[in-house]
C-alpha cells in the first residue's frame, strides 16, 4: 500500500468499505423482491426519486464547496449553510406533499408522504458529513459510516417486510438506514458543529430557539459563503436537480403510462443496474474529487487523476456485458419467475448504465475546471430528451430502448468534455469559477 500512487491507496480504502456496504442490499434484494409486490416496489422507486431530487436541492449543492475550502471556521460555515436550507426544504416538501395527498393529486400512502421532508434532510446531511470526510482525505471513517447506513436500510426493510408492514416497510426502512448512518458518520468524523456545543442544556435550547426565530434568512456570515461560492447554487444546483430529476423521469413517466406493474419492473432494473455505480463508481469519485483539485491546484490539470479513474472504471464493462447477453434467466433465478421481464429492461439498458459507470465519478471536472453553465446545458439537453421519448406514443420497450440510446449518445459527449476540461483550467485560471 504505501508504494502505491495516493490516488490508489485511496481508493483502495474506500472501495474496501463500498463493497461491504453495497453488499449488504445487494444481498437482501432477492429476499426484498420475495416478501413485497412489484406495484410496492415502484410506489417505492417514487418515494426514494423524489428524495434524491429534494436532498441535492437542500445541500444547494455546496457541500462540494467543502473539497476546496479546507478552512475548519469555512466548514463550519458550509455546515450552517445546508443545515439552513436542508430544514426549510424538508418543512415545504412535508407541507406541499401533505397538500397534494389531501388533494388526491398523489397516490402514495400517508406514511410516504410525512417522512419525505425528514428523508431528505438525512440524505443531505449524509452527503455533506461525507464530503468533509473526502476534504480530510478521512476515507476509512466514512466508508465504515456507509456500511452502518446500508446494513441499517437493510435490515431495517427486511424486518418491517417480514413483519407484514407491508408497502410503508420500504420507507420506513430507508429513514430508519438514513438515521443510522448519520448517526454514525457524525460519531466517526467527528465534523464542526456550533460553537454553542459546552454550554449547558438549558442555555443550548434557549440559543436554538433564538435561532430558530431568526432562521428564516441566512447570516451574514453565510450569505459571504453563499456568494464566494456562488457557482454551485446558481449552476451546479439547478444541473445537479435536473441529473437527479432524470433518474426517476423514466419511473414516474412509465407509472403513469403503463401503470405500477411497469414502473416496479423498472424500478428494480434501475436498482440492479444501479448497484456498481454505488459500489465502484461512487468510490473512485471520492478519491477523483480530491486528487483532482490538488492537481488542478500544483500544476493547472487533472489529466492524471481523470486517467487513472478512467482505467479502473473499464472494470464495468464485464458485468455490463453479462447482462447484456443474460440478464433475463439472471432476473428469473435471483428475483424469482415474475421478475424477468425486468431483466429483459436489464438487457437494454445494459450499455447505457456501463457509460454511466464511467462518466459519473468524472462530472467533478466542470466543478474544478469552472465548467458548471456547461454541465447545466447538457443536462438541460438530457432532460429535453428524455421527456420527449417518454411522452412519444411507444410500447414500454421501444421507450427504453430509445431513452438507452439517446441518452448513450450524450454520454459520449459528456465524456469528451470530460476529458478536455481536465487537460487545463479555465481561461482565467480560477478552481471552480462563477462565470
Known sequence: MRALPPFW???????SGSVAAQALPILAAPLITRLCRPADLGRFGVWYGVVAIAAVAATLRMENAMIIDHAPARQRLCFGVVAWSAGWLAALLTLAATAARAAGWT????????????????????????????????????????????GGVALSQLALLAAGAGAVALPAGQLLGLATGLAAARLLLRPPSSRTRARRPLVRLRLLARRLRRGALPTPAQRRYLHAHRAFWRYALPSNVLNAAIGPLPLLLIGARHGALAAGLFALTQRVLAAPVSLLAASVQEVFKRESVRQYQN???????????????????????????????????????????????????????????????????????GRQKIELAWQLALFAMTLAVFAAPLTLHQSVAAYATGYSLL??????????????????????AAR
Not at 303 to 322: D, I, K, Y
Not at 420 to 428: G, I, M, N, S
Open 9 to 15: 491507496k485511496h481508493l483502495l480504502t474506500v472501495l
Open 107 to 150: 397516490t402514495l400512502p400517508w406514511s410516504g408522504v410525512l417522512t419525505l421532508g425528514a428523508a431528505a434532510w438525512l440524505t443531505a446531511g449524509m452527503q455533506t458529513t461525507l464530503a468533509y470526510a473526502a476534504s480530510h482525505n478521512a476515507f476509512a471513517p466514512a466508508a465504515k459510516a456507509k456500511i452502518w447506513a446500508a
Open 299 to 369: 500544476s493547472g490539470n487533472c489529466r492524471p487523476a481523470w486517467r487513472h479513474a478512467a482505467r479502473v472504471l473499464l472494470l464495468g464493462f464485464l458485468p455490463s456485458l453479462l447482462l447484456l447477453l443474460a440478464a433475463p434467466p439472471l432476473f428469473a433465478f435471483a428475483f424469482g419467475a415474475p421478475w424477468r421481464a425486468a431483466g429483459e429492461l436489464a438487457q437494454i439498458l445494459a450499455p447505457l448504465y456501463f457509460l454511466n459507470f464511467i462518466a459519473s465519478p468524472l462530472s467533478y471536472v466542470f466543478f474544478v475546471a
Open 411 to 432: 454520454y459520449l459527449v459528456y465524456l469528451r468534455m470530460s476529458y478536455r476540461y481536465a487537460l487545463d483550467r479555465d481561461p482565467a485560471g480560477r478552481l471552480h
